[in-house]
């Protein structure tokens, strides 16, 4: 059976030209509803810290775009704003000390281009983010690839048995008779592990956690984030900035108490 034959797959992949800030609206809503989403593209700074923290948390307030002069850090610094930040807390506490702050950067790759990088890396921005003294420090790259043409795609074999359903393969079949072929664009997942590749010869400290994603929209508003190899997940691990500031924490504190309402709340839902 070919892919097209299969709903699963009878999908047109399309090109969304999101700006920053509909990325990061989109990566802190991953299942696209308010009342479901989850905050699973910034794990680095809010599960990888501490893993035992985690499951005790609540959840999450979040803000985004917030200028350093709001937080009253030091003036003609960069990033000249904050495009995520993240306070964990529980039923008992809000943990401001361990606050994520995280600096995305998009990457446009084209066809003709494939190996097209960000205007900036972000690098100056993270390190300016350390040097503030923000407690956990993160930087996400997120490509947004053009639709391949068919015979570009890549063809694999898929299993249309599904996994963990408790329904096994009916009698007198074999696993190869649930395959059918599929042919798949992987131009993003590609690019996502590029970036990541070019992530890591930046040599940021060990404590700034780096991450790559790829966007891929299809017809019916369906959306497809891609990850970059597991083998480097590891390097999305955020740890405790040595130059923490009690005071940059305050001030967190003090915009928090001041601007309730440019914090929106999610609950925490385990991955």
Not at 91 to 108: A, D, G, N, P, Q
Not at 119 to 124: A, I, K
Not at 153 to 165: E, G, M, R
Not at 210 to 215: E, K, M
Request: proline letters at 4%; aromatic letters at 12%.
């Amino acid at each position: 059976m070919k892919n097209n034959d299969n709903p699963l797959f009878n999908v047109k992949r399309i090109y969304n030209a999101l700006t920053e800030n509909e990325v990061i609206d989109l990566l802190l809503n991953w299942n696209n509803n308010r009342e479901k989403s989850n905050l699973r593209s910034f794990l680095s700074g809010i599960f990888y810290p501490d893993q035992k923290a985690y499951f005790d948390y609540e959840g999450f307030y979040v803000t985004k775009t917030i200028l350093r002069d709001e937080l009253k850090l030091e003036k003609n610094r960069k990033p000249g704003d904050i495009d995520v930040i993240i306070i964990p807390f529980t039923k008992t506490k809000i943990y401001f000390e361990r606050t994520s702050v995280y600096e995305i950067k998009i990457v446009r790759p084209t066809r003709k281009n494939p190996g097209r990088n960000a205007n900036s890396l972000g690098v100056t921005q993270v390190l300016g983010l350390a040097e503030d003294g923000f407690p956990l420090v993160g930087l996400i790259h997120v490509s947004i690839t053009e639709p391949l043409p068919e015979e570009e795609k890549v063809d694999i074999k898929f299993s249309t048995l599904k996994a963990n359903s408790g329904v096994g393969k009916e009698e007198g079949k074999s696993f190869d008779d649930y395959l059918i072929d599929v042919r798949m664009d992987q131009f993003a997942w590609w690019s996502s592990e590029n970036q990541i590749k070019r992530l890591i010869t930046l040599q940021l400290p060990d404590f700034i956690g780096i991450s790559s994603y790829g966007l891929e929209f299809y017809d019916y508003d369906r959306m497809v984030i891609c990850t970059s190899d597991v083998y480097h997940q590891k390097l999305a691990a955020c740890c405790s900035n040595p130059k923490t500031s009690q005071l940059t924490i305050l001030k967190i504190k003090n915009h928090f108490l001041k601007n309730r309402d440019k914090y929106r709340l999610i609950l925490n839902r385990i991955p």
